[in-house]
């Protein structure tokens, strides 16, 4: 809820007013005082405080009353810091503060009056509830998310493999959360299904759809990396081609229109060879319009199977006490059969006491709801699951609001904003993102945030939310005042504190409009999967577009509006830098603008994310901001070296982030400033510098976890120095051809915990690489590209890698095999090869064929090869585990560049290039 949120963050505003260095900044002790006694106590209460379970339209008058004394304790705080810090002590006179003080404290003292009447009447004593440390996850929905629709999956599969060679539309119609995307999900995942197709791919439209991100996806999908800047007939030209004489199966993910149609179906070949088409969609009468087959149906589940879900949900395959069966049942009718809904009231269940009173309570709010005469039931089911949630993770479900429908969502970026709203309660031993983690990992337990994707190690790595959770949250948000999501007008008044402006409203981002949001401590700007052309609409390309903010935001805390998808729309770096309240800024610049140096001014940020056309130069103030978290410059940031001399060194101990750095020299001052950096990403570009050992100081970060390192133009010596920290999880180093890989290798192998390495470019001028036993104990994902000379591999047995999981051999082209002892390792997954030589794809073939021979059908290793148009002979070797895709580059960069009147010289020059360096699609590995 807002209210908690509030309270939190005023809290752990009073609590970090002592950090700031120059000047000292602080309360009057007895406001103080009297302000954390009252904020402690109102926190305690709400944790136990539920005022009702019912929906209702209308925020809670206690928990409202709350929340308004709370930003008015933030205003009146955060205004005297920023008049202390921008030496305009004059707006704000002490007597001035201290009567505003004290006014918001007598309202706090009522407010707590009347807090202690409501615990005796009501007799509020439970149990508090904080966040777990329990990494046991609850059984979840999709262990049983086919109850009930098994008929469904024999007719999809009937229907996807069928004898008629013509191209089949096939929807799957159905009421939101009943399980259509699910029945989708299951279908694509299905072996026979991904045996039969020869490609398949997947996009969400939702209602705010666009027609270049969608195609972009797609072929993003079908290992078809294209340019931002191509149009949609391009895009739809490159995909049309793509699948031409293949069977495919595409899969259009919740429609709305038939515009959404009409917009990708033209790029869809009838091959006349079973390729099949799905989508999904609410509406009735579109699905009528695509197709004259009959619509396959979502039903909703009768008691039966409503049961047989939530028990498993709850319980997994242990099975209900018989003492809760009979209510649990009433429970699951009460659900009128909607799985989404089941699948989130046994989240709660789940992570609930299982007494008979809980689930009696429980049984007789739902009755009500189900028994009433509002259209809204099934929006009424799910806040049944939100007002039930404790209240430190309220405001983190909330916030999942104000991203765009069907968004990808970053955990780790998502974590970032989490952290600088301040929210999120401290515990004593943890820090604020290992809080955010688990309480991340409670809403997925709890059916309410869905995992999207895992990472390399096993971990999430990007999640979603259901559209009709994500409406929940806007509703609840507004009604409780946490979040406005702009939609086709300006904000009406200036009282908002935490403002979204999603892609439909991105004309709406001017000076003008944020010249309105004086009380703004968030703005959000969601314009990441919007077409360029708005974009440019947005932000203007010339100077005199530009966009400053205005100091009216003096008192921003959070300012995100830059995505790695946004390439455009620049801000004046001085501008930026006078919001001294800033705790998370990312955003796009311009480079002929400079930091200021009053840079160290923002002496609260955590998170800074700067992106520009080219690398910049980085201020020495920058080594004084100790409340840094995560330092982020995609371009690359050049770091000058800590200030010498000065009286009062300062430890950057919350640093855990540094990306894009180039040319640091990580000597002895620099690592002693940054002892608990677990992400480093470095970049070498110049030589000789200064040092060239540097790197051997790397060891002494004992907290590193992920190192990321390029070196170029002759900067290889750094790397033939470097000492690894065997703290390390994940390695990435992009080296030259000259980089001698048999002298580094022996010092990964031996790194204890590494589960993930990937190497680019190098040599093995022994043309031999030898692993022994007791290297990669750890290692789950190896990834080699462009490792030159590379011929023979040798691998003894199986337990050089015994828990490798993922190889991935990139123009690795002459290798002459692959040890057959890979094959061999229990928990290998999945091998990828992509032009490489033709004998190591034939002893991949073999690899696979002799794991058939023992395992058959219960083999889980998959073989995926890319092979150059010349190589074409090799996709006869393609079978059930060994998908074989051949992909011309020079046809499609040709066809590309042609379409954009590149000359033929340009043309010749970029495919040699993207030959030589293959650097299409493997970036984001590095």
Known sequence: MAAYGALVSV?????????????????????????????????????????????????????????????????????????????????????????????????????????????????????????????????????????????????MKDKLTSDRRDLQIIPIVGMGGSGKTTLAINICQDRLI?????????????????????????????????????????LGEILYKHLFGRRYLIVLDDMWSIEAWDGIRRFLPDNKNGSRIVVTTRLSNLASNLSNSKNLEMSLLNEVDSWDMLSKTVFGEEGCPPELEEIGKRIGKSCKGLPLSIAVIGGLLAKSNHTREFWESIEENLSSIVNSEDDEWCLRILHMSYKQLPVYLKPCFLYLGVFSEDKVILRSTLIKLWVAEGFLKPKIGKSLEEIAKVCLKELVDRN???????????????????????????????????????????????????????????????????????????????????????????????????????????????????????????????????????????????????????????????????????????????????????????????LPDPPSGDNVIVIMKNLQTLKGVVSLSLNEEVVKRIPNTKKLYLRYNVKPMEGEKCLSNLMCLSKLENFCCSTRYGCDDYLQWIMFPHSLKKLSLCASSKLELEDIMPKIGLLPILEKLVLQNGVFKTRKWETIEGQFLSLKFLRLKACRDLEDWIVSNSSHFPLLQNLCLTNVDQLKEIPSEIGEIATMKSISLRYCSESAVVSAKEIIEEQESLYGDLLDLRVRVVVKHEQEELTRLASANFEVVEIDISHILKKSMESRGSSSDDVENMVDTLQEEEIVEEQEHL
């Open 11 to 155: 809290m752990n505003i009073i609590d970090t007013l002592h950090l700031h260095p120059h000047p000292p900044i602080s309360l009057h002790p007895k406001q103080a005082e009297s302000l954390t006694e009252n904020v402690t106590f109102l926190q305690d209460f709400l944790e136990v405080y539920n005022p009702r379970l019912d929906y209702s339209k209308e925020a809670d008058p206690l928990e409202r009353r709350i929340v308004d004394a709370a930003y008015a304790a933030e205003d009146i705080i955060e205004s005297h810091i920023v008049d202390q810090i921008t030496s305009d002590g004059g707006k704000i006179s002490p007597d001035s503060l201290y009567e505003a003080l004290e006014k918001v404290i007598r309202d706090m003292d009522l407010i707590k009056k009347d807090a202690k009447e409501i615990e005796q009447t009501l007799g509020v004593h439970t149990t508090k509830s904080m966040p777990s440390d329990s990494s046991k996850s609850s059984p979840t929905a999709k262990e049983s998310s086919m109850v009930g629709a098994e008929h469904l999956m024999l007719e």
């Open 194 to 234: 991904k045996e039969h197709f020869h490609v398949s791919a997947w996009a969400a439209i939702s209602q705010e759809y666009n027609n270049q991100e969608m195609l972009i996806d797609i072929l993003g999908q079908l290992n078809k990396v294209v340019g931002q800047n191509l149009g949609v007939d391009g």
């Open 448 to 638: 309410l945030v869905l995992v999207d994707e895992i990472g390399s190690n096993g971990e999430m790595k990007c999640c979603k939310i259901h559209d009709l959770l994500r409406d929940l949250c806007l509703k609840e948000a507004e009604k409780e005042r946490f979040h406005r999501v702009i939609r086709d007008d300006p904000p009406s008044n200036n009282s908002e504190r935490m403002v979204v402006f999603p892609r439909k409203t991105a004309t709406l981002f001017t000076s003008e409009v944020l010249e309105s949001l004086s009380h703004a401590r968030s703005i959000i700007c969601d314009f990441c999967d919007y077409g360029s052309e708005a974009v440019e609409v947005m932000y203007g390309e010339y100077e005199d577009n530009e966009i400053r903010l205005p100091y009216n935001l003096r008192l921003l805390r959070t300012f995100k509006a830059v995505d790695k998808h946004l390439r455009s729309g620049d801000y004046f770096l001085d501008n930026l830098f006078e919001l001294v309240n800033l705790r998370y800024l990312a955003a796009r610049v311009r480079t002929t603008h400079e930091f200021p140096t009053t840079f160290d001014l923002l002496w609260n940020l955590h998170t800074l994310i700067i992106d520009s056309a080219y690398e910049l130069i980085g201020p020495v103030e920058i080594w004084k901001l100790h409340q840094l978290r995560h330092l982020e410059f995609p371009e690359g940031l050049i």
